[in-house]
Each structure stands twice: as C-alpha cells, then as structure tokens.
C-alpha cells in the first residue's frame, strides 16, 4: 500500500488525525513499534500488517469503509504484546451499533495477540469550555462513550501518552476576525513583534540541526524531557517530505531577528486541521515577543493550505495554577481558541494480572529514562 490509500481512507472518517497517518505508523516503526491498519467495512472487519500491504499491492476498498484504526504493536516481557491506536480508531463514536462492532473486533485482536492491554484515546469530545465557567458545555454523547467503555471493563489510563485537552481555534473567519477574538495584550503582542523587526520563515531541511539544538536548549531551560535528535529528524524529514495536496504535512517556521533564529515552531497539516507540535525559542529577544508572531504566522499558513481549525496541542487537566501547563495554557488562551476536553486514554486488559504488573512497573522504568534523557540533553549541549 502506498501512503495515499491509507490517508485517503482516514481523511474521510470523523475527526481524522495526523498520529493515525500512515507516515506516523512509519516513523514509530523505526523505534520499535509495528504499525497494524485496521479497516472495517460495511460486513468486513480486516487487520493488515504494513509487509502484506506493501507486498499485496492493496489499494482502496471498493466499499465504504465505515471505521479504520492504525494500531501499533510492541513487545514487552519477550512473550507479551503491548498495543496502543493513537487518536483512534477513526469512526462515528454516536453510532451504537457501529462503536459495539469496533470495540468487540479490538477487543478480540488483542486477545487472539496476547496483549497486555490496548489502548486508545480517541478525539471522543466529553465537553467545550474551562469547566465550572459560564461559556462549558457538556457534550452527552461523550459522556455516552466513557459510560460503555467502563461498562465494558476499559479502565481509563494511568499512562495518558496524548493531552487530554486542548484549545482549538477556529480558522474559518477571516484573518481580521480570527485577529479580533485574540485578547487584546496577545494581538499588542503579535503587533509588537512587527514594529520590533521579527520576521518569519518558512524553513528547510538544512535548518533542522539547528532547530534541534534550540529545542535541546528549550526543554533545559522550561524541564521537560525530549528524545535525542535522530527521532526529532526522522519525524520531521517523514512529513516535510510528504507534503502533497491531501497528505500530512509538516513545515517549520522560524523566527529571526537581524538574520538570527530566535524561536519556532513545527506545524503539522492534515485533513483541514493545522496542529502546533513542537515549539521553541532562545533567550535572546524574547522582550521583542517573537513566539506571539509566530503563533498568527501559523494560523495564516495554516488557514491558505485549507485547515479550518488550529489545534494548539494542549491545555491543562486542571485549570488552575496547580497544573503544570498553567502557563503554557495562559498564552495559548489568548489567542482567542475555545478549549476542548476529551475522553483520554482509556485501556482494555485481557489479564488483569499482567495489566498490573505493567502498571507497577513501568512508571519507575520511565522515570529511569527520563532522568536519564535530561542529563543526555545536558550533555549534549554542552559538548
């Protein structure tokens, strides 16, 4: 199968995402993952692994193809199998019959595979707005959802891999408009930036070391962990390169000032949603507020390349100063998006026994590796 079969399928499911693309199945194959296509028809259920797809040359289904899901595979304990469908599967969530099919055939692929668990965390959208305000709204069929999932015996995740929540701005108006629902200190500050002399660039292949670098030394400054360069290359060499009309895409844009890279960001593109990934900046002119223009040159990027919606990637779980992406969350807020809570990651465990003994072990393996990734990232820069 080549990677347009599998994107045009999703791309006209309910809430496509770009982690469900087959170039994000490609690069979790490079790092010990197996990506599995999952495909359900009208009376069909199909599971290909990418060797049968590429070598049986399949191509689009005759038939409509009501839900997909790609699912990735991992060994744990050398016996057992951990699966994980990011932002999946792709489906009418409202549709009973159709949401009991899938989840049956999940459940029954898991099993039959020796899995430890599956997990999923699908865009099931539980309500709209910061909780507890004037502007919430509950959303009752994704309460719906989270009901059947528990009666079933999921159990939501103590490993939540994606956010939960996040903001997401509405890129149908027109640029004025979409200026206009910033708040105000936010548009002064995209302003600012304009009189102070930032630009923005599109960037290229030859800048990404250097791109990794500034994200090297975001992640020291700001605490938070990042994976060593090959990955970061790897993810973004996938998507740059893929970027044909109606595929996943991805572009840096990088701020300057004078010639000089002050910060950037990585936006990604697929199936009329732009999603801001990866960000970063340097120390230098951060008074001249370059990440504030950067944000309106990504809405603008986004919106001429047919996305109607921005995803900013993210908000709290709890919307006070307790949670740690409360600021990061203050800055996103003021670029005039609405925030959008989701199910999260929810998990289906054939043994209850080894699920368990998943759980107690790999938070204490995973704290090892961090610690371990953030002196590596030290290190690194400075050699």
């Known amino acids: ?46 599971v290909f692994s990418h060797q049968s797809l590429v070598t049986d040359n399949w191509s689009l289904p005759a038939e409509p193809v009501v839900a997909a899901a790609l699912v990735l595979k991992r060994t744990a304990f050398r016996r057992f199998s951990i699966f994980y469908a990011p932002k999946g599967p792709l489906m009418d969530w409202k549709d009973d019959s159709l949401r009991k099919r899938v989840l049956d055939d999940l459940q029954s692929f898991a099993k039959k595979q020796g899995a430890i668990f599956l997990k999923l965390d699908p865009d099931v959208v539980l309500g709209r707005g910061v909780p507890v305000s004037v502007g919430e709204v509950t959303e009752n069929s994704g309460q719906a959802v989270r009901s059947d999932l528990r009666r ?58 250097a791109l990794y670098k500034m994200y090297a030394e975001t992640s020291v400054r700001d605490g938070f962990v990042i994976r060593d360069e090959e990955y970061y290359l790897t993810v973004w060499k996938m998507f740059m390169s893929s970027a044909v009309s109606g595929q996943p895409s991805a572009v840096p844009l990088i701020a300057e000032v004078d010639g000089e ?36 040159a990504a809405m603008k990027h986004a919106k001429a390349h047919g996305c109607l919606t921005y995803d900013l990637w993210g908000a709290p779980d709890v919307f006070d100063e307790s949670d740690s992406m409360w600021g990061v969350y203050r800055f996103k807020e003021g ?47 400075s050699a």
Request: charged share 25%; net charge positive; glycine share 6%.
């Open 1 to 46: 199968m080549n990677s347009h079969s599998w994107n045009e399928i999703i791309s006209k499911l309910p809430d496509p995402h770009f982690l469900q693309t087959y170039e994000w199945g490609q690069v979790k194959a490079k790092y010990g993952w197996v990506p599995y296509y999952a495909v359900w028809m009208e009376e069909q259920f199909s």
């Open 152 to 209: 079933r015996g999921w159990v939501e995740s103590s490993d939540q891999i994606q956010f939960k929540n996040t903001v997401m701005v509405d890129l149908s108006a027109s640029e004025e408009d979409i200026l206009m629902r910033m708040k105000q200190k936010t548009r002064y500050n995209v302003r600012l930036a304009e009189k102070k002399g930032v630009t923005v660039r599109v960037g290229t292949l030859e800048d990404l070391p």
């Open 261 to 296: 890279a002050v910060a950037a960001i990585f936006l990604f593109m697929f199936a009329g949603r732009g999603y801001y990934v990866y960000g970063m900046s340097r120390n230098v002119h951060r008074e001249k507020m370059p990440t504030y223009l950067l944000q309106w």
């Open 335 to 381: 670029l005039g998006g609405e925030v959008v809570r989701t199910l999260g990651a929810y998990d289906f465990a054939p043994s209850k026994f080894w699920y368990s003994m998943y759980a107690d072990v790999m938070p204490r393996v995973l704290d090892f590796m961090r610690s371990r990734g953030r002196e590596k990232t030290k290190q690194r820069l």
